[in-house]
Structures are given as C-alpha cells and as structure tokens.
C-alpha cells in the first residue's frame, strides 16, 4: 500500500464572499517533500494555508491532509504565522509564547508538567533562543520573535509544519538565521514555506509552487531569480473569474 | 495628620467601615487579574457596556422590593441578573458577527440605563438610591451582601487561576488557540462573564459609571513594569487594594463620596507611572527592527 501523502488537494475552489480567490487547486504533497509557495501579493497563498488548517471551508473540492479531514489533523500541523499579528504590548514571556503549542492534548496542570517544561526547553534550544526562554516576547527583535514562533510550532513535533513569509520584516541576519533553522528541518517533516523573496526560493527549489488563484507544480530547478520567478508565476495576481 | 488616620480608628468601631475596607479589599483581587484580561485583550468597551446595563437590574430589583415586597431582592441580585443578560446579548452578537459589535455594546449600554431610570422613576423614595448607583456607596454593603461578594470572588480567582493557560491563549493569539483545537467562542464568554461578574462586585465600591476607571487603570499601570500575564495580575491587585485603601483613609474625615476619591487616587497613581519608561524594573534585550 502505497503511503498517505503529506497533503491532497482535490479540485478545490474557494471564494471570499462571492469573490474568487483560488480555483481548481490540484496538489499532492509527500511526506518529507519541502516546498516553496510563491505568488503575487493577494494571489492566495495565505488563503491555501488557512484551508488546509481548516480555518476556511473549501466551496468546492476535497483536502486530505496525513488522509485526515483539516479539522481532524490540526493537532499534527504546525503553523508559523507573521510575528507582526501581535499585539506589540501583550505582556508574555517566550516560554509562555512556547507553551501555547502544547494546548489541546489532554488534561495539563495549569503551571505546566515537568514533561511540558522540558518540551518546551528543547524546542526553545532547537531554535537558539534557550538563553531568552524568560524574557518578554515584547522585546524581541523581529527575527527572535519568528524563532520563537517556530519554537511554538515545533513544540508539539508536528509531521507537516506551515510556514507564513518567516522572514517578512526581518533583517538580513534574522533572516539567515531563521532560514538556517529551516534547511535543518529538511527530512525530518513536510515543510511548506509561502514566501515573497527570490533570495528565500532559491535556497529551496526541490519543489516550487505558484498559486496565482490557480496553483502550478514547478519540478526541481538548478537556480531560480527574480526574472524566472515572474516568469512562471506572473507579477500580480491575476483575475480569478467564475468557473 | 490625625484626620487622616479617622478612618483607621473607625475600623474598631465602625462595622460599616470594616465592611468597607473588606469589600474594597475582596474586589481588588478580582479586579486586578479580570482587570488585566480586560486591558490586554482590548474590551474595555465591552466593560463599560456591561456596567451601565446594570442600572437596569439595580431598578428593577428596586421597583420589586418597595413596589410589590419582594423583600429578599437585594440590588446585587438585579446587578447579577442584569449583567448575565448583558453577556448574553453582546456574546450572542460577537460570536454572530452579523451586526457591528461596537453597536451592539453602545445599545446595550444605553437601553439598560434608561430601563433602570424608568424603574427608579416609578418606585417610590428610590430617587436617593440613583447616586449610590451611579457613583457607588461602598458603605452601604451589608453583612449579607459580603458572603455574596466574597463567593463571587472566590468563584472568578478559581476560573482565572485554573484556566490560566487558556485564557492567556485567547487573549494573546485568538487563532492560534483555535487551531490547537480549543472552542475560541465559549472561551470568549467565559471572559465575558468573569468580565461581568468583576462589574457588578466593583460597581458595589464605585458605582457604574466609574467602573472601567478601577478596572482598567491599575491593569493598566501594571502593564507598564510587568514582563509575564501573571505578574500583571498580581501588580494589578496590589496596585488596585493600594487604590481603595487610600480612598477609603482619605475620603473619610472631609466627608468626601469614596467611590470617586478611590477613582482619583488610581488616576493619580496611574498619571505618575506615565512619567515613568515602560518596564525600567527589567532588563529590557536590545530591540532589533
């Protein structure tokens, strides 16, 4: 029997409030396979992420994500939103931030177990940022708080992890951080990374997607620059009409 | 100096004084950990709603006491009533979103006080309650009411320390919290209802209309030197008990109403801590971008 795939889109079509954002979506995912989403600003990338944690309802096609429903699998997804989502005031400490990624499993002591602790120790270490386990999340840098949001993810050893633009307003050496920690990653989950940044794609190209309301599998590629990238994917986001 | 400490001396004879300083005192410590969820998830507004709404129990409990002898409807009763009410409707809206949350919350701030004021209009001698209502009369809580305030209490510590992670969750990153797989929407009306609950024993020291002063500005002082959810809450208690005690030693010798001087002295404290950087007390990491 051959394996259930990592994420299995069928024929999926999804608009906001009648208006068309995705279109006949067709997408297989192994598990352990790590790829890069890319497309226009507003082409419905972040849209894709949000069905595939259930957060939206398909209008029309199916999502297996590890051959469960959306809803089912949540608690196997790992999910790194912007860290600019935030309240910037919100007085947290990192450890606290961690500890969030361990919500939902069963009954848990409100300070936390032993267990806990160290889970969330390990993932804080995984991520280098064991050092500011204590420290507010407020007073981070833009890269620190993104490796602690990845902390957040893989606290709970997710089998599929989504990564929303890690390296949005992040600087350069934030940036080469984050993706170093990403690259480790490579084989030890499906890793699916919507980014903007041609810099960023070209240090993944195993297998590249275009969503630009439909979505296209590029297969591996020796390089790819930015004249490439708008080559395969288009620059802005084209009209999504009605089937 | 001595007039200062009156109300101290009064404590030993005056059981109204007591009742006070042991109301005050139970309040502060719902107000400070419900305080800080209230400030850092942003619904003040919500508060405030709720609040003024409560003039519609607090007549109405009025109008069934004199007008038909209901005599054991204590006001706290109509309060409670009125407040459960008031999170019903604004929680039913929120969670709807088919109509503007903001509207919603303004209709119910203002439909519950005029059915209040329609109440006390008709109930005969309650027109010298109105005050008491509206800006609080700490004083007048009698030694029933305490165990009602202090069960309330006890109540909102027990959900706020128990459920500790989960509403620190909601609070901070709603969809987060969703997508581990907990139910967002009855954790928002659990925090509406500790909101509702932490109204009505404040309106007992306050009043309505000055409520979202004490709930909001000792969280809000907190904020500023506190690093964790936690350490606010327990800041925002001591800083809100400091508030009501100092109200109650100052507003006794000139005859001064309690509620507003409590308010003022937490308006004082928290114009002084704008004077002072956020977060001096810890080190503060070098910010990046």
């Known amino acids: 029997m051959a394996e259930i795939p990592a994420i299995e889109v069928q024929g999926v079509s999804f608009a906001y409030q009648g208006f068309p954002v995705l279109r006949d979506i067709n997408l297989t995912l192994e598990r352990g396979q790590f790829a890069s989403v890319v497309g226009p600003n507003g082409s419905g990338k972040t849209t894709l992420f949000r069905l595939f944690l259930g957060l939206l309802t398909p209008d029309r096609g199916t999502i297996r994500i590890l051959g469960q429903s959306p809803l089912e699998s949540r608690t196997r997804i790992g999910y790194v939103p912007q860290h600019f989502a935030f309240d910037p005031k919100y007085p947290i400490r990192v450890s606290d931030v961690v500890r969030m990624g361990c919500l939902g499993q069963g009954h848990r002591w409100v300070w936390g177990g032993r267990a806990e602790r160290r889970r969330v120790r390990g993932a804080l270490e995984a991520v280098g940022m064991g050092g500011q386990r204590n420290a507010p999340f407020s007073t981070l840098s833009g890269g620190q708080r993104q490796r602690v949001l990845i902390a957040r993810a893989l606290v709970i050893d997710p089998e599929i992890l989504l990564l929303d633009e890690p390296t949005a307003n992040v600087d350069a050496m934030g940036e080469e951080e984050i993706l170093g920690l990403i690259e480790g990653l490579r084989g030890e989950m499906t890793v699916m990374l919507i980014t903007h940044s041609v810099s960023v794609v070209s240090r993944f190209i195993e297998t590249i997607i275009c969503v630009n309301c439909e979505a296209h599998v590029h297969p591996a590629m020796d390089h790819v620059d930015a004249e490439l990238m708008r080559h395969i994917c288009g620059h802005r986001p084209i009209a999504c009409e009605r089937e | ?289």
Not at chain 2, 137 to 149: E, P
Not at chain 2, 170 to 186: P, Q, S
């Open chain 2, 1 to 289: 100096m001595t007039a200062v400490l009156d109300f101290w001396y009064a404590l030993g004879r005056n059981p109204l004084a007591l009742h006070a300083l042991a109301v005050g005192l139970l309040a502060s410590v719902a107000c400070g950990l419900v305080g800080t969820l209230v400030v850092t998830r942003r619904i003040t507004y919500v508060a405030g709603g709720i609040s003024h709404s409560l003039l519609a129990g607090l007549g109405l409990a009025q109008w069934l006491r004199v007008m038909h002898h209901w005599n054991w409807v204590q006001p706290l009763h109509g309060a409670l009533a009125a407040a459960m009410l008031s999170v019903l409707i604004i929680g039913w809206v929120t969670l709807r979103g088919r109509e503007r949350e903001d509207t919603a919350i303004g209709a119910v701030w203002a439909i519950g006080m005029a059915i209040g004021f329609i109440f006390i209009h008709i109930t005969d001698g309650a027109k010298q309650d109105l005050m008491s209502y509206l800006f609080g009369n700490i004083l007048l809580v009698s030694s029933g009411q305490i165990w009602l305030i202090a069960l309330l209490d006890i109540m909102i510590i027990a959900t706020v320390i128990l459920c500790h992670p989960e509403l620190q969750a909601v609070c901070f990153d709603e969809e987060f919290a969703r997508l581990r797989g907990m139910r967002v929407e009855l954790w928002h009306m659990l925090l509406l209802v500790l909101t509702a609950l932490t109204v009505v024993l404040l309106v007992t020291v306050v009043g309505i209309v000055l409520v979202i002063a004490l709930l909001t500005l000792p969280a809000a002082i907190a904020g500023r030197l506190s690093r964790s959810l936690a350490q606010m809450m327990v800041l925002s208690i001591v800083v809100c008990a400091l508030c009501t005690v100092v109200g109650l030693t100052i507003h006794y010798r000139p005859n001064l109403p309690p509620g507003p001087t409590i308010i003022l002295v937490a308006g004082f404290l928290y114009a002084l801590a704008m004077l002072i950087p956020p977060r001096t007390w810890g080190k503060t990491l070098p910010r990046g971008d």
